[in-house]
């Protein structure tokens, strides 16, 4: 960053995390020179300072604090602070300012919204807990400060994602800055999902996906890892019905659609989805809907 230091203050990088709108201001290097003093000042926004090398001092509200490498502090939404280098020796500093908007409360997510639960759960208690930091600095115990290059080394890369590990960085200076305090007590934790719920929704993906291709409870058990029993046990869970009855369901649900909007001959829609043979399919036809291929695409014909 030393070659540009200032080159990501230069981009315009606006992201939505969880519930919060974040507009970069400011991520950049500068370089303190021995003596070099910045006279009390304040923000509106977020100020997160990383200590790289050197040394000085900072005074946040009335209470002064010294700064080596490796130190970190936080100055909020109108904290008054001051800063100093040591009179002997150069600081440098890692700077990242930027806008925090709410955008909604955790308990009135938008209709549009797309995205995670978790993913709001996560954003609204980094910020509040960033808002209820320790005035004093600390060491980066979790090193943020390398996300600073990660951020750098994407722009100077110019190529496609840029912007989303910029962002990324960002959060991960957010997280990192929290955590650095150890205040989490009141840590988010991650639900855990219903792995049976999990297990059918991938299970009923694939069949959809594959569902004309030959499959076998063994064969879509093996792409979860799990046995052929189990998945069976699954199925009877989450739909009330067997593995073999729900693939027929859907082969049957294809089979109907075409026979209503096509001239396809009732053995070629067998064999495109999923059928044996058409005299298999004229079994199964007649035992689930009481009538042959042929009846149902006369009965059910679609008015050009």
Known sequence: METRADALDRLDVQFQWGNYGF?????????????????FHQHSDYEFHFIPRGKGKVILKDQVFALQPGMMYLTGPGLEHYQEADS???????????????????????????GNRNDILEADSCMKQLDHLPQFPTLDHYHAMPCF???????SGDKL????????????????????????????????RDMNMHRFLLATQFMVDNYARPL??????????ISGRQLQRVFLEKSGFSFSRYLEDLRLAHVSRELME???SVQDIALQHGFTSSNYLYYVFRKRYG????????TNRKEG
């Open 291 to 298: 009538m042959t291929p042929n009846q149902y695409r006369i």
């Open 149 to 155: 290059i990660e951020a750098y080394r994407a722009w």
């Open 216 to 225: 076998s409870l063994e064969d879509v058990a093996e792409k979860l890892s």
């Open 262 to 264: 096509s001239e396809t």
């Open 23 to 39: 507009r970069l201001l400011r991520c950049h290097l500068v370089s303190f020179p021995p003596g070099k003093v910045v006279s």
């Open 88 to 114: 002997m020796e150069a600081m440098e500093e890692l700077c990242l300012q930027i806008e925090a908007v709410k955008l909604f409360d955790c308990d009135k997510v938008p209709d549009h919204y797309w």
């Open 161 to 192: 994602g840029v912007y989303s590990t910029i962002h990324q960085a960002i959060i991960q200076i957010l997280l990192r800055t929290v955590q650095a305090y150890d205040i989490t007590r009141d840590s988010f934790k991650i639900p855990s």
